[in-house]
């Protein structure tokens, strides 16, 4: 399929990339093999709260709505000097999320369509060699879409890859700030909700944002949810995203990408 050209601009905490739009390409799914495992469980447990504000996952089950998770985990190597990992050996945002998986998060969508794709940039105008972010519509044909700006976006950025050290303190200084921002309906998980290294959902905004795993490599994602008032009618007000897809479609979109970088290291 084709998609639409937009540009798109974003800075991330821990890389500093701005996403270049490009063509989408096909739209299945895929993933690397992994390395070799060495340890037990494949996702984190829960911990004690880091501060006042962190909840317990409250993850609610719906008919129909299900996880579809990653079969492969990634191949990934830091590098020594740095810490980080290789562009080119990043995952394509394209292939976090295919249709399938976005099907299963979504059962009452009765269109998908993606939209656009972009390229990562960094340093002095270089850009990363796969699609750093991808955005979908989100449609239900008893919903009537004046122009494209009235339907639903699932969107997702890849926001870096590195040592679990260095993606996880990133992330946990953005979390920081957003607690100065704190509105009704944002929720602040403790560490390990939901299998994940870190997670937070901001009703507020409609982000989702976590971080996956294996104890040594970290990767930082974002989802945005933008109005879905066909998924939880009752439950929307101005300004929220409404709990149904912070209860029930975040955490099987966590799950969705655990067995990705499954844990292997404590």
């Not at 890389?15 to 989408?24: E, V, Y």
């Not at 944002?186 to 009703?203: E, I, M, N, Q, S």
């Not at 933008?226 to 897809?245: A, C």
Request: net charge negative; aromatic share 10%.
């Amino acid at each position: 399929m084709s998609a639409r050209r937009t540009t798109a601009t974003m800075a991330a905490a821990l890389l500093a990339l701005t996403f270049a739009t490009t063509a989408c390409s096909k739209d299945d799914g895929g993933g690397g093999d992994g390395g070799d495992a060495q340890a037990i469980p494949t996702a984190w447990s829960a911990q004690d709260a880091t501060n006042t504000s962190d909840q317990d996952g409250d993850q609610q089950a719906a008919p129909n709505r299900k996880a579809i998770p990653a079969t492969e985990k990634w191949t990934l190597k830091l590098a020594p000097e740095s810490g980080s990992v290789a562009y080119a050996d990043w995952p394509d945002a394209q292939q976090l999320y295919p249709r399938d998986r976005i099907q299963g998060l979504f059962p009452e969508a009765t269109k998908l369509e993606q939209t656009s794709c972009a390229f990562g940039q960094y340093g002095n105008g270089n850009q990363t060699p796969k699609n750093a972010t991808c955005s979908w519509y989100v449609t239900n044909s008893t919903e009537r879409y004046v122009s494209d700006n009235d339907k639903s976006t699932f969107r997702i950025k890849l926001r870096g890859i590195g040592a679990d050290s260095e993606v996880t303190k990133s992330w946990d200084s953005t979390r920081d700030q957003f607690r100065t921002e704190k509105k009704d309906g944002d929720v602040f998980y403790k560490d390990g909700t939901f299998g994940a290294r870190r997670a937070l959902f901001r009703d507020s905004t409609g982000l989702g944002s976590f971080v996956i795993s294996d104890g040594q490599i970290a990767a930082w994602i974002d989802l945005e949810f933008t109005d879905f008032s066909f998924v939880s009618p009752q439950d929307q007000t101005p300004g929220k995203i409404g709990e149904v897809i912070r209860k029930q479609v975040f955490p099987l979109a966590i799950q969705d990408l655990i067995p990705h970088l499954p844990r292997q290291y404590s």
